[in-house]
């Protein structure tokens, strides 16, 4: 039997980052704030 | 209308007035394409998860400090940043130096064990054996001053004082003491090498 070449390719799995990536990125923005003041800008991390 | 078919521009406005969830949306929204875009570049995943972090730490920074003026291209501006940072990451990579082990060269040529092997070790306790013994073929004086000075390790200066001589005296009980020691190794065919 003649083979089929022209068979569909498994479709390629999406490229997406790693939950805890995600994650800690949500968490850090919850977390972070910024003030600015003048020229400076103070970040801060809330525990 | 739901906040997930809100467009871009709103999502960046309302996550700027601190509705946190709009992050959230965004990221969902576009973590394939620009995760895609920098694992195109750097073929590694964990590298790629760094540097998708990293991208977006700065895209949190820049809206938190109301410093985001490009409303409505979001994915570009997020594709720049992203595209910095590989750059960022091959620069870094460049400088760290990768040797390869090849068939002239080996790494385990830079690494060696300086710890003596099995006979090694025991041609060393037979020499130092045999050095005690010759040692106390030597003068009181003269093997005074060789203990001091190759075993404790003190100055002449210190051997001067504590055996109450003068630093010249000390230097030639030493001198006297190697050739002594000289002499008896010649006399009795002794080999003190390893």
Known sequence: MAKLYSQKKLASQKMLPKKETISFLLHYSKAL???????FSFEFIAN | MAINELSDAVLIRKYIQGEESALGILIERHQ????GFIYSKIKDKDLCDDVFQDTFIKVIKTLKSNSYNEEGKFVPWVMRIAHNLVI???RKSKKIRFQRDTDEY????????SSLNAEN???LDQIELDLSIIIEEIPQDQRE????????????????DLT???INTALGRMRYAIINLRKIIAKNNIVLTN
Do not use: N, P, T, W
């Open chain 1, 33 to 39: 704030s910024i003030i600015k003041a003048g020229k």
């Open chain 2, 32 to 35: 394939s394409k620009i995760y």
């Open chain 2, 88 to 90: 960022d990451h091959f």
């Open chain 2, 106 to 113: 080996s790494v385990f040529s830079l690494l060696s064990d």
């Open chain 2, 121 to 123: 070790q025991i041609i």
């Open chain 2, 145 to 160: 001053v060789l203990v001091m000075r190759m075993h404790q390790d003190l100055s002449f200066k210190e051997i001067a």
């Open chain 2, 164 to 166: 109450g001589v003068s």
